[in-house]
T-cell receptor, first 115, second 115 residues
Framework: AQTVTQSQPEMSVQEAETVTLSCTYD???????LFWYKQPPSRQMILVIR??????QNATENRFSVNFQKAAKSFSLKISDSQLGDAAMYFC????????????FGPGTRLSVLP | DTAVSQTPKYLVTQMGNDKSIKCEQN?????MYWYKQDSKKFLKIMFS???????INETVPNRFSPKSPDKAHLNLHINSLELGDSAVYFC??????????????FGNGTRLTVT
């Protein structure tokens, strides 16, 4: 079974600075999809960014970008120009490309943004 | 238009009671899920239905019974509630069957408190 690890339970960043959240996963599959979700205090789960494993190019969405290292099974999230509204729990998730019904989530990283 | 809606948002009840949480999605997705988020924010899948067929049934007490009358609805009924059932329950939907890059779309969660 696949597992997802987020080794940083908590992180903090100064407003306007850049922060990187780490995620590693364990799989024997070659075809899969990776996602980052944000959960602010409102508890809503918001998709931040997604990456297809077959794509070498790292995904970007405005201030959010990923560093996808397939061989290392690493999928880190970089937040540039951090804003107060970025403060939230961030979850990394894995979905198999083979009849991939289940999404496996990491334990999350709580990000604080300091003014 | 709300994409995935679940009701109620909050549920406070006493031990031993039976309660239900309802979920509906208007995204046309073929797969729906129930996830449980515990007090440590860990997200764990409970059930998944694809076109009304149960496809994921994790190790969950049989006091929890999902029901999917059609592919747009997935309800969760809980019998004989226990203190340990207190958590946030998320309904979610996704498109499977060839669209594995489709992310999970979450409802806003139901915070269940058992006293």
């Amino acid at each position: 079974a696949q597992t997802v690890t987020q080794s940083q339970p908590e992180m903090s960043v100064q407003e306007a600075e850049t922060v990187t959240l780490s995620c590693t996963y364990d799989t024997s599959e070659s075809d899969y999809y990776l996602f980052w979700y944000k959960q602010p205090p409102s508890r809503q789960m918001i998709l931040v960014i997604r990456q297809e494993a077959y794509k070498q190019q790292n995904a970007t969405e405005n201030r959010f970008s990923v560093n996808f290292q397939k061989a290392a099974k690493s999928f880190s999230l970089k937040i540039s120009d951090s804003q107060l509204g970025d403060a939230a729990m961030y979850f990394c998730a894995y979905r198999s490309g083979n009849y991939g019904q289940n999404f496996v989530f990491g334990p999350g990283t709580r990000l604080s943004v300091l003014p | 238009d709300t994409a995935v809606s679940q009701t109620p948002k909050y549920l406070v009840t006493q031990m031993g009671n039976d309660k239900s949480i309802k979920c509906e999605q208007n995204l046309g997705h073929d797969t729906m899920y129930w996830y449980k988020q515990d007090s440590k924010k860990f997200l764990k899948i409970m059930f998944s239905y694809n076109n009304k067929e149960l496809i994921i049934n994790e190790t969950v007490p049989n006091r929890f019974s999902p029901k999917s009358p059609d592919k747009a609805h997935l309800n969760l009924h809980i019998n004989s509630l226990e203190l340990g059932d207190s958590a946030v329950y998320f309904c979610a939907s996704s498109q499977a069957r060839g669209f594995y890059n489709s992310p999970l779309h979450f409802g806003n969660g139901t915070r269940l408190t058992v006293t």
